[in-house]
T-cell receptor
Framework: SQQGEEDPQALSIQEGENATMNCSYK?????LQWYRQNSGRGLVHLIL?????REKHSGRLRVTLDTSKKSSSLLITASRAADTASYFC????????????FGTGTLLAVQP | NAGVTQTPKFQVLKTGQSMTLQCAQD?????MYWYRQDPGMGLRLIYY???????DKGEVPNGYNVSRLNKREFSLRLESAAPSQTSVYFC?????????????FGSGTQLSVL
C-alpha cells in the first residue's frame, strides 16, 4: 500500500491565495520530501524536511512535520497561475534511504 | 544539460509483446529507479538500483525485469505485456546528500497495452 496519502486530492484557488496540502504516512521516517509535477512532465524536487525539524521555509514554500501524528503539510503562499501542478510527498521506506515511496498527490489549480 | 533521458516517449504494444524501456543519466548518480504512475494511484516504485550491479524490488515488481547495465543506464523490460501495465513510466536517479536521496526524474514513457 502507499506510504503517503495526500489530501485534498484536488484544490482550486484564486491567484494570490494560499494553498495548503497535507500528507500522512505510516511508518517512522528520518526525512520527508515534497515534489511538484507539471502536466505531462517528470517530478521536480521542492523541499526536504528532516525528522528533527518541525518547520522549514524555502521562498513561498513552508513545510511542517509532525512526527507524532505522522503527517506533513505544504503551504504555498501568494499562489500564482504557474503553481498549477500536482504535488507529492515522498518518504524513505523499509529502512532504505534510497527507496522512496510517493503519496497519491494533490492536484492544485490556481485560477488567474 | 541532459539529466535523465528516457526512450521511447510513447509506445503501443499488443498483449503478449515484449519491450525494453531505456533510461540513462549523465549526473554520475549511484541510485536509479523505475516508477509507474496511474491515475489516482500516484507513483509506485517498480524496481530500484542502489549502485551499479545491484537491483531490488519495489512496491509493484511483478511482470517486470530490470538491468543496471552500468552506472549510467538502467533498463526496464516487460517480457509479456498485459493491459494492466498500461501506464506512464518514469525513470529517476539520485545521489545521497546529507543522508537523503534527492531524485531527478526523466520526462516519462507513455505505454499503452492493447
Amino acid at each position: 500500500s502507499q506510504q503517503g496519502e495526500e489530501d485534498p486530492q484536488a484544490l482550486s484557488i484564486q491567484e494570490g491565495e494560499n494553498a495548503t496540502m497535507n500528507c500522512s504516512y505510516k511508518t517512522s521516517i528520518n526525512n520527508l520530501q515534497w515534489y511538484r509535477q507539471n502536466s505531462g512532465r517528470g517530478l521536480v524536487h521542492l523541499i526536504l524536511i528532516r525528522s528533527n525539524e518541525r518547520e522549514k521555509h524555502s521562498g513561498r514554500l513552508r513545510v511542517t512535520l509532525d512526527t507524532s501524528k505522522k503527517s506533513s503539510s505544504l503551504l504555498i503562499t501568494a499562489s500564482r497561475a504557474a503553481d498549477t501542478a500536482s504535488y507529492f510527498c515522498a518518504t524513505p521506506y523499509g529502512g532504505a534511504t534510497n527507496k522512496l515511496i510517493f503519496g497519491t498527490g494533490t492536484l492544485l489549480a490556481v485560477q488567474p | 544539460n541532459a539529466g535523465v533521458t528516457q526512450t521511447p516517449k510513447f509506445q503501443v504494444l499488443k498483449t503478449g509483446q515484449s519491450m525494453t524501456l531505456q533510461c540513462a543519466q549523465d549526473m554520475n548518480h549511484n541510485s536509479m529507479y523505475w516508477y509507474r504512475q496511474d491515475p489516482g494511484m500516484g507513483l509506485r516504485l517498480i524496481y530500484y538500483s542502489a549502485s551499479e550491479g545491484t537491483t531490488d524490488k519495489g512496491e509493484v515488481p511483478n511482470g517486470y525485469n530490470v538491468s543496471r547495465l552500468n552506472k549510467r543506464e538502467f533498463s526496464l523490460r516487460l517480457e509479456s505485456a498485459a493491459p494492466s501495465q498500461t501506464s506512464v513510466y518514469f525513470c529517476a536517479s539520485s545521489a545521497q546528500t546529507g543522508g537523503f536521496e534527492k531524485l531527478f526524474f526523466g520526462s516519462g514513457t507513455q505505454l499503452s497495452v492493447l
